[in-house]
C-alpha cells in the first residue's frame, strides 16, 4: 500500500511574495517538518504563469502577476526546494488551480497498486489545495484524503476556515 504526500504550490509568491500573508509564511515550517517525516512518495504541484498571465481569464479575475515561469517568485521556497531534489519527488507544473496531469498520475498509480492514503499540504487552502483534493476525490472517491490544517494557509483566515469546512462536506478528513 502506498501513502502520497502531495505539496501543492508552496512557491514564494504565495508565501511571501505578490500573494503571500503572514499565515503562508507562518505555515512554512510546519510543512518542512511534514516534508522530513513523511514516510511514503512525495509529489509537488507548482503554480505556472506565462507574461501574459493578465490576459487570461485567471488573470483578469485575480490581477496580480504571480508565479510567472523562471521567475523567483515562481520558486519553491528554497527548505522545500532542497528537501524535494533530495527526496527525487515529482514536481508537476500546473497553469491552473488543479493539476490534471497529477490526477492522471494518480489515477494510473491506482490501478498498478492501492493508494492507502493520500495527504495535501500548501497554499492556498482555499484555490488551490482545495480544487486538487476535490479533483483527486472526484477521480479516487474510495482513497482516503487528508488535509493537514496546521500545514495549509489560505488567502484570508475565514476563506481558509470555509475550505476545510467544505472539503469535510466532501468526505475529505482535515487534521
Known amino acids: 500500500m502506498t501513502k502520497i504526500l502531495i505539496v501543492v504550490d508552496m512557491q514564494n509568491d504565495f508565501i511571501d ?3 503571500g500573508t503572514k499565515e503562508a509564511v507562518e505555515v512554512v515550517p510546519n510543512v518542512i517538518q511534514k516534508i522530513k517525516n513523511f514516510q511514503g512518495t512525495i509529489i509537488l504541484t507548482q503554480d505556472t504563469h ?3 498571465y493578465l490576459d487570461t481569464q485567471e488573470g483578469k479575475n485575480l490581477p496580480v502577476e504571480h508565479c510567472i515561469d523562471g ?3 515562481w520558486e519553491l521556497q528554497k527548505d522545500i526546494k532542497i528537501l524535494m531534489e533530495e527526496k527525487k519527488s515529482s514536481v508537476y507544473k500546473k497553469n491552473t488551480f488543479g493539476s490534471k496531469d497529477l490526477v492522471h498520475e494518480l ?3 491506482s490501478k498498478e497498486e492501492t493508494i492507502e492514503e493520500i495527504q495535501l499540504v500548501g497554499l492556498c487552502t482555499d484555490i488551490c489545495v482545495i480544487s486538487n483534493a476535490l479533483t483527486i476525490k472526484t477521480f479516487l472517491p474510495d482513497t482516503r484524503i487528508v488535509i493537514d490544517e496546521s500545514c495549509c494557509a489560505g488567502v ?3 476563506s481558509h476556515k470555509n475550505a ?3 472539503m469535510r462536506v466532501c468526505q475529505i478528513e482535515v487534521v
Do not use: H, I, K, M
Open 17 to 19: 511574495g505578490a500573494l
Open 164 to 166: 476545510l469546512d467544505a
Open 50 to 52: 506565462e507574461t501574459n
Open 71 to 73: 521567475s523567483y517568485g
Open 107 to 109: 489515477v494510473e498509480l
Open 156 to 158: 484570508t483566515p475565514e
